[in-house]
């Protein structure tokens, strides 16, 4: 019982190291995205911030607080790149109509669990 007690304990403290150094590659301004979003009422659905491969760069897409409001993608700098869906029509802005399609290697940044 012992063994397996600090097995469980050497596993959850190594997921959280894992969990802080991967968010020390995070940019700045995201950082701060996510502390601002801890700072506020959860939101529903759980506000979630995920990193993907997009047109030859890292980008961040965040989902919005409700329906009929856009996601949005941000550049590693937090410029609003596009809206690739959610609005009335489901479709976003249409300046990135191929994100869905094209976006690679998902990333889960962070996620409100509150």
Known sequence: MRIVLILVMTA???SNACEKKALSDVPSCIQQMIKDY???PKQNPPAAIYQYDYNGGKV???NAPCCDQF???F???CNVLCHP???LTGKGDGRCADFNNVKANELLIW???R
Do not use: M, S
């Open 60 to 62: 961040y897409y965040v």
């Open 85 to 87: 869906d959610g609005g």
């Open 75 to 77: 550049d590693a700098n």
């Open 111 to 113: 996620k409100d669990i």
């Open 38 to 40: 801890e700072n506020k």
């Open 71 to 73: 996601n949005t993608v």
């Open 12 to 14: 959850f403290l190594n």
